[in-house]
T-cell receptor, first 114, second 113 residues
């Protein structure tokens, strides 16, 4: 089945540690995205990538980093510089060649800082 | 960043009845795309319906339909014949053509049996 996988589903981190969230897609999509979701908030864009080896900051990129070495993979690193990292993180992808392209979402990762 | 506003954080509807969720957005663009996504308790985001701004006809997907008022920058979602499985958080989203989505804060829909 084609889709997006995120791992792990739950992640616990001690303060001061970096942690990497995995996102993989087999939909052959060029574009991939990372969002953060907090209670009472909508989804906020952290980083996005339109093509391999290229990515852009979203609205809340501070304290996060990404890489896009392969088309299928777009890992997100939450660094110790992120002051309030506890949140639900969603990865998405889309086909840029399609007009009115929708974003397909993964199941999410819940990150908790202890 | 674009602003998408969803009022009424929580709405209740009786099973088989109709509920309408409101969404307004701020843009200076003439061509753009609008979406409604559903997030059930599983937290999996699912596309419900989409609308292209240059199309005057309102989009419809089975029991889901929209009322797109371009001049008013309004994009409401109507759920007809509500079912228990419709209980979820619904997010309105805007795409100005750069493949970036701006989301509203969501409407929680509670379906009463």
């Amino acid at each position: 089945d084609g889709g997006i996988t995120q791992s792990p589903k739950y992640l616990f981190r001690k303060e001061g540690q970096n942690v990497t969230l995995s996102c993989e897609q087999n939909l052959n999509h060029d574009a991939m995205y990372w969002y953060r979701q907090d209670p009472g908030q909508g989804l906020r864009l952290i980083y996005y990538s339109q093509i391999v080896n290229d990515f852009q900051k979203g609205d809340i990129a501070e304290g996060y980093s990404v890489s896009r070495e392969k088309k299928e993979s777009f890992p997100l690193t939450v660094t110790s510089a992120q002051k309030n990292p506890t949140a639900f993180y969603l990865c998405a992808s889309s086909d840029r060649r399609v007009v009115l392209n929708e974003q397909f979402f993964g199941p999410g990762t819940r990150l908790t800082v202890l | 960043a674009q602003t998408v506003t969803q009022s009424q954080p929580e709405m209740s509807v009786q099973e088989a009845e109709t509920v309408t969720l409101s969404c307004t957005y701020d843009t200076s663009e003439s061509d753009y795309y609008l979406f409604w996504y559903k997030q059930p308790p599983s937290r999996q985001m699912i596309l419900v319906i989409r609308q292209e701004a240059y199309k005057q006809q309102n989009a419809t997907e089975n029991r889901f339909s929209v009322n797109f008022q371009k001049a008013a920058k309004s994009f409401s979602l109507k759920i007809s014949d509500s079912q228990l499985g419709d209980a979820a958080m619904y997010f309105c989203a805007y795409d100005g053509g750069n493949n970036r989505l701006a989301f509203g804060k969501g409407n929680q829909v509670v379906v009463i049996p």
